[in-house]
């Protein structure tokens, strides 16, 4: 989801994104976009240079998808005020 996420930002070649979803090895930057890619959400594309260069960005599908993800992130990120204070309610008793 993370790279998903960063990708609804910008097109990212694989080290960019790599630096941009912390914590992420490269082996699994690698599995993730062979995933997404397979699953329609993005698209690899190959750049005419020398040395050759791959940039990754979303189709529409993935384009929808990230915009939902988006909100969600931002439904959780508004709601943890609410959450930090059902926590400590909870904890309290």
């Known amino acids: 989801m993370l790279v998903l ?3 609804t930002e910008s097109d990212y070649r694989f080290n960019a994104l790599r630096r ?9 930057l690698a599995q993730t976009l062979q995933t997404l890619e397979r ?3 993005i698209v690899r ?3 005419e240079t020398i040395p050759p260069k791959v940039e ?7 384009r929808e998808v990230g915009s939902r ?9 508004g709601s ?8 400590a309610e909870h904890d309290a008793r």
């Open 5 to 7: 996420a960063a990708l």
């Open 20 to 28: 941009r979803v912390d914590g992420v090895s490269e082996r699994m």
């Open 39 to 41: 699953d329609g959400l």
């Open 45 to 47: 594309t190959v750049l």
């Open 56 to 62: 990754y960005s979303l189709t529409p599908l993935g």
């Open 69 to 77: 993800l988006t909100d969600l992130i931002e439904l959780i990120e």
């Open 80 to 87: 943890m005020p609410a959450v930090l204070e059902a926590r």
